[in-house]
């Protein structure tokens, strides 16, 4: 007869929970996590790089990528959310109401699109020293939009073109020889074609502090009143034009 070997119960629930520990369910396909490359993500679209004191620039890519850019400190009041008036960017253009009365006797309103583009200051040009040190010279786009000529309202009506310094004083365009101040290439002012467009252009004669950013108003065939934020320095891509315009030639 064989010897049998007696193992203690204690010491057979011992190895068994040591066998079990060691050879337990390896891991599964189910209990992986598995880590998945992040997405490409694409960043921002960026706009081209434009330098907005080239003065070879058209109009239209110029207003799209240089009109915010061209207030400066200094600016003047702005719209103050009154009924009848609207803020816009400089370069921006405003649909008008044309003159209700132009001066060629034709029939009144009308649409027009106005739009200032290039403001340059000096103190004197074609002949002429400002009075009060600074004169401001604006170019403006005329444009008849709709299915009649239109012409800008004129200051015998109420209406017409204001310069409005950071302090709020308004000045109206044309004083002492602001009003001789009439580029060549940048004198209309008169009844526009329907289906065309002019440059014209406004002057100021502002004193040295008025001179540093202000708003220009423009008040249209019907009250409404248009401002817009005029840079404190040279601004717009027609300044060579002008310049030149201003000398005799364009």
């Known amino acids: 007869m064989r010897n049998r070997t007696i193992v203690p119960a204690a010491t057979a629930s011992l190895l068994l929970t040591l066998v079990t ?33 080239d003065q070879s620039l058209d109009q239209a890519t110029w207003v799209a990528n240089c009109s915010d850019k061209a207030r400066t400190d200094g600016s003047g009041t702005g719209g103050d959310g009154t009924a009848g008036t609207q803020t816009l960017p400089w370069g921006k253009a405003a649909k008008t109401v044309g003159a209700q009365s132009p001066a060629n006797g034709g029939p009144g309103g009308g649409d027009l699109e106005v739009t200032p583009a290039t403001v340059l200051y000096t103190k004197a040009t074609m002949g002429y020293t400002s009075t009060n040190g600074t004169f401001v010279v604006i170019t403006v786009k005329d444009r008849a939009s709709g299915s009649t000529g239109a012409a800008e309202s004129a200051p015998i009506e109420g209406g017409g073109w204001q310069w409005i310094a950071s302090d709020g004083q308004a000045l109206d365009e044309g004083e002492n020889d602001a009003s001789s101040i009439t580029p060549h290439g940048f004198t209309g002012g008169g009844m526009i074609k329907v289906g065309t467009w002019e440059w014209d252009t406004v002057a100021f004669d502002l004193s040295t502090a008025q001179a540093k950013g202000g708003t220009l108003a423009y008040t249209d065939g019907s009250g409404t009143v248009f401002k817009w934020n005029a840079p404190a320095r040279d601004t717009g891509p027609e300044q060579a034009a002008v310049r030149k315009g201003m000398a005799g030639s364009y």
């Open 21 to 53: 520990a060691c050879s337990g369910p390896g891991p599964t396909h189910g209990s992986r996590t598995e880590q998945k490359p992040a997405a490409a993500t694409s960043g921002p679209k960026v706009k081209p790089s434009i330098d907005c004191s």
